[in-house]
């Protein structure tokens, strides 16, 4: 029996919530933290079975305002606000708070972290103001666990920007975005302005393979030192990518790059999303948003092929149901905002389930999709209704 093709139609809903209630108001962060609250999270990241008939698996939070990341060894449900995590890292509990784990150093602690990911039983977060990945070999069961290795600083207790030098193959100067696609680890080296790759999945300090963005690997400059093109960035933010396509969140030239294909060396890319053309940079803040515009894009995410992108400063989440293969090719689906013209924090209105205050990070895997709602203080997790893999789909 084969299953149902998948509709191009794409409806989703809240599912449940991690972090403040904001019954009716913004919530302010506590003032001390404990399992079940969050201040200003930038990165979330679902691991997730993929043989499971209903989503289940784990959930990583990165508690950028707490310098610390969260972990969930069992996916809410349904209904299941406000649970608890199980365990804490870059701290030695879950009720300190304060970068480099409270003064105990950055061996065992974070700086604004932003970002996580799991590729085969490794943990990696970006530990963005101290210029790292911190790595873990297996996902830590144990709460304050330290870290088994680090990328981009010679050793666990190192923290300056680029090591103290010249930018290079080795270094790191405020890392923020982290992906694998088509085999390689991919870190949005934001302070660099540039993205780079690593052939499989480094978990010791080893250079990056490949550069997008620049020249060369000891070149650093905004946009390459020039006006902006279809090969340079200003912010890169954030990644994404599968068989649809690869995907760059430029925030701070309010676009998202689009390559056709993954690319295997630094190329322009073949579209712009959130633009008119790939030499246009424009912030549309006084200008009527709509399906086509962009402002400060800090998350993307893939799932199924289709894209998600976190169009931070207008308060939404914008979606495209099929693979964006041209500039300026409009979303077809709208979170956090009635109609694509909408860009205010919550709707200018009191905080609600399916409203966002300025969303950072994002995951989409198997039908749910998990949105950093950090002005929020909190961590939605929304859920496709009638969702059928493209993975259960005949060939």
Sequence with gaps: MTAPALSSALHLRPRCRLGAASPGGLALPDAHPSATTLYAPRGVFLDLDPAAAEPSGRIVVVDSGNHRVLLWNRLPGAGADGEPADVVLGQP????????????????????????????GTLLVADAWHHRIAGWTTVPTASGTPPDFVLGQPDPRAIEPNRGGPVDAHTLYWPYGLAWIDGLLWVADTGNRRVLGWHGLPREDRPADLVLGQPSFRDNAENRGGPLGA?????????????????????????????????????????AL??????????????PQSATTLRFPYGAAVCDDRLAVADTANNRILLWPEPPTATAAPAGLVLGQESFQGNGENRWKAVAADTFCWPYGIAWNGGLLAVADSGNNRVMIWEEEHHVSRRTRPH
């Design 231 to 271: 090969d340079s960035f200003r912010w890169p933010h954030a990644l994404a990518g599968g068989a649809g396509g690869f995907y760059v969140a430029d925030a701070g030239n309010h676009r998202v790059l689009g390559w056709r294909e993954t690319p295997r060396a630094d190329r322009p890319a073949d579209f």
């Design 274 to 287: 959130g633009q008119t053309g790939l030499a246009v940079g424009f912030e549309s803040q006084y200008a």
């Design 93 to 120: 509990d879950f009720t300190t708070e304060g970068a480099r784990a409270a003064g105990r150093g950055p061996e065992a602690g974070f700086h604004l972290p932003t970002a996580a990911l799991i590729v085969d």
